[in-house]
Antibody, heavy 122, light 108 residues
């Protein structure tokens, strides 16, 4: 059964780069042909889509974050990653990785990781 | 950008009662791209409804979705204690996914 697991530092300093990895287990990123995404949730607030990607390189980003975000994939490790540059306290959130249900970015997310909490603080 | 507005902010009901949650879009959206999620405290969101009306795998039939155009509804026909959660609607349009602000359902 396919599972997603986020990993990365729980604390990042302001102005630095937040880097997270999502490991896909129980299946292959490249063979499965799904789109994969990142979503975040600031403490006590709602959900915000960060961006999504396909294993051959198609990426889509939330315009509000696009200038600071890169999503990439390592198919050999069945992992995809998030980089968010020049972070501030406003980037403090639980970060989730997830899978798009259909083999397209269009629509919903049917499989989620458990989330990882990232705090931006000096 | 399409904005999704959810109401009410909080719903407090007893077990066995019916819950009706609203999601209103700032402009007409395609049903195919409207989804609902449940997020229990401390957990990741879980897909409940996709395509406005279709239940995701393993979702009990007391959850149902309806609506079209700009007005969508999630109904929980008979509340159970484990339905205590925040519920979000979500939409896709022009390479952008957006979420509503959520409705918190409290079980008395």
């Amino acid at each position: 059964q396919l599972q997603l697991q986020e990993s990365g530092p729980g604390l990042v300093k302001p102005s630095e780069t937040l880097s997270l990895t999502c490991t896909v287990s129980g299946g292959s990123i490249s063979v499965s042909s799904y789109y994969w995404g990142w979503i975040r949730q600031p403490p006590g607030k709602g959900l915000e889509w960060i961006g999504s990607m396909y294993h051959i390189g198609n990426t889509y980003y939330n315009p509000s974050l696009k200038s600071r975000v890169t999503i990439s994939v390592d198919t050999a490790k069945d992992q995809f990653s998030l980089e968010l540059r020049s972070v501030t306290a406003a980037d403090t959130a639980v970060y989730y990785c997830a899978r798009h249900r259909l083999h397209t970015i269009r629509g919903d997310l049917d499989l989620w990781g458990q989330g990882t909490r990232v705090t931006v603080s000096s | 950008e399409i904005v999704l507005t959810q109401s009410p902010g909080t719903l407090s009901l007893s077990p066995g009662e019916r819950a009706t949650l609203s999601c209103r879009a700032s402009q007409s959206v395609r049903n195919f791209y409207l989804a609902w999620y449940q997020q229990r405290p401390g957990q990741a969101p879980r897909l409940l409804i996709y395509g406005a009306t279709s239940r995701a795998t393993g979702i009990p039939d007391r959850f149902s979705g309806s609506g079209s155009g700009t007005d969508f509804t999630l109904t929980i026909s008979r509340l159970e204690p484990e339905d205590s959660a925040v519920y979000y609607c979500q939409h896709y349009d022009t390479s952008l996914l957006t979420f509503g602000g959520g409705t918190k359902v409290e079980i008395k």
